[in-house]
């Protein structure tokens, strides 16, 4: 613990007086620390008068002794001057990350994880991301400037990925695919108007659509994926020019589209003169039993009707946020311009060590082994929950991805979700509600688990075990 202690107090000086710490979770991660060696160094800090503790809240840096806090500003002001929009259009932006904070936000410590996006610790390649970031930093140039659209290498690397009809020329390198999500939404479709969106869906696509404003328009997804007949349907009503989906491992509901909705998802987009940006985030994280996986939509798509987004976060680190835009035609320039006025381009020594990992047999390895893990954790989930739980709706056992979607009982959504999600918190699992990824009211309430997050299936089995004890504790209250 005296280590421990040494570190933190060595690092006091990154933050300003009042500022928050990491938290205790991210701690136990980054030392490989249990919670209690953790708890007491800041213990030892606070006693120290170095830090003050909030409880529910965390540890922040204490004020300097003999200077008073500084005083309290009054930003009321800012309520009237956001809200001001005084533009035509008739669909406000809208900057609510509330969706995505479910799974990106750490919980306290000792919550069992089962709402988290990234893979564990445990599952990072953090060796052979470690080498390829020396590796890269060794390379000639690799602190200079790249090409706005990426490191060629890199870009064709994600080419041969997608598929053998694209080249590097039809590649832009994004910070991810979060970025090229928005990214692709502001350049595809303008504000106010629709954009048509699987449901349910990603909540951070959401987010972005609403923040360019843009109005998502709902097309359910049934066990094939989205169906044909209502995407049409809803293009000749809405006048869309813009189809946004999750053909593989859909999040959250772990749908593949099937073989023959395929073809007929970019004929319809292409007759009603529109675009089908093609998310495809989880074609890393297939499970060792998914079988061969389809192709991307754009592999078979000559006219550039399909946007193609591909990232390496998910299956490597939260911090490697490094993905591609593939596209033809106009439409790439557009795209690469918006991306120029946002960011210019990704740091090149993020690019290069991509381009070293995925370059290296750690990578193949690492896949390998991610894959085998992830349909490890969905079985012993799934097995937990079919026991403990056999009241909640599982309509589908996934073949890749990491998440499993559960109905609840009743129709009244809101209530019951809310009511379970905190009552899981009070009994020490996080878990995520269902209503953040439906872009209008939801059928039914639902929760996400996620399997990615944790730290093995033994978390896996206690996440489930305290999830039963708040099933019973919210459905006997609402008895």
């Not at 503790?53 to 965390?58: E, K, L, Q, V």
Request: hydrophobic share 45%.
């Amino acid at each position: 613990m005296a280590e421990l202690v040494t570190v933190l107090r060595s690092e006091l000086d990154r933050y300003s007086p009042g500022e928050k710490l990491p938290s205790s979770r991210a701690l136990v991660d980054r030392f490989r620390a249990s919670p209690v060696t953790v708890s007491r160094a800041v213990a030892r800090l606070a006693a120290e008068g170095l830090v003050v503790t909030r409880p529910g809240s965390g540890a922040y840096r204490a004020q300097p002794a003999g200077r008073p806090a500084p005083p309290a500003g009054d930003t009321s002001w800012q309520e009237v001057a956001l809200s001001g929009d005084g533009s035509p259009s008739a669909v406000p932006r809208s900057a609510d990350a509330s969706g995505l904070l479910f799974s990106l936000a750490a919980p306290p410590t000792g919550v069992v994880e089962l709402n988290g996006g990234y893979l564990h610790a445990s599952l990072q390649p953090e060796r052979a991301l470690a080498a390829a970031l020396a590796r890269a930093g060794r390379r000639p140039g690799a602190w200079s400037r790249p090409p706005v659209d990426g490191l060629t290498e890199l870009r064709a690397w994600f080419a041969r990925d997608i598929g053998p009809s694209l080249g590097a020329a039809d590649v832009l390198i994004t910070a991810g695919g979060q970025s090229a999500l928005a990214t692709a939404l502001r350049a595809l479709a303008p504000p106010g108007t629709p954009v048509l969106v699987e449901s349910p869906t990603y909540p951070g696509m959401l987010a972005a659509a609403r923040a360019a404003g843009l109005r998502p328009v709902p097309v359910p997804v049934d066990s094939e994926g989205v169906r044909p007949d209502l995407l049409a349907a809803a293009f000749q009503a809405t006048g869309a020019r813009v189809f946004v989906c999750q053909p593989l491992f859909q999040n959250p509901t772990g749908t593949v589209l099937s073989d023959a909705r395929r073809p007929e998802v970019v004929r319809i987009a292409r007759e009603a003169g529109a675009f089908v940006v093609e998310d495809d985030f989880a074609r890393f994280l297939a499970h060792d039993d998914a079988g061969p996986l389809p192709g991307p939509l754009a592999a078979d798509d000559p006219d550039g009707v399909v946007v193609h987004i591909r990232s390496l976060t998910k299956a490597a680190s939260p911090s490697l946020r490094v993905g591609a835009l593939a596209a033809r035609g106009p439409a790439l320039e557009r795209l690469r311009s918006i991306q120029i006025v946002d960011s210019f381009f990704v740091p090149r020594p993020l690019q290069e060590a991509a381009l070293e990992l995925v370059g290296s047999p750690a990578w193949g390895r690492h896949l390998r082994a991610v894959s085998a893990e992830l349909g490890a954790r969905r079985t012993a989930m799934t097995a937990a929950l079919r026991v403990a739980l056999p009241g909640l709706g599982l309509p589908r056992v996934p073949s890749g991805g990491g998440y499993l979607w559960l109905t609840l009982p009743g129709s009244d959504a809101g209530a019951g979700e809310s009511a379970m999600v905190r009552s899981a918190l009070s009994a020490g699992v996080a878990v995520a509600p269902g209503r953040p990824y439906f872009p209008a009211e939801p059928p039914a309430p639902h929760v996400r688990l996620s399997f990615l997050a944790v730290a093995g299936p033994a978390e896996i089995t206690e996440g489930v075990r305290r999830l039963r004890t708040a099933w019973e504790g919210t459905w006997a209250a609402r008895a």
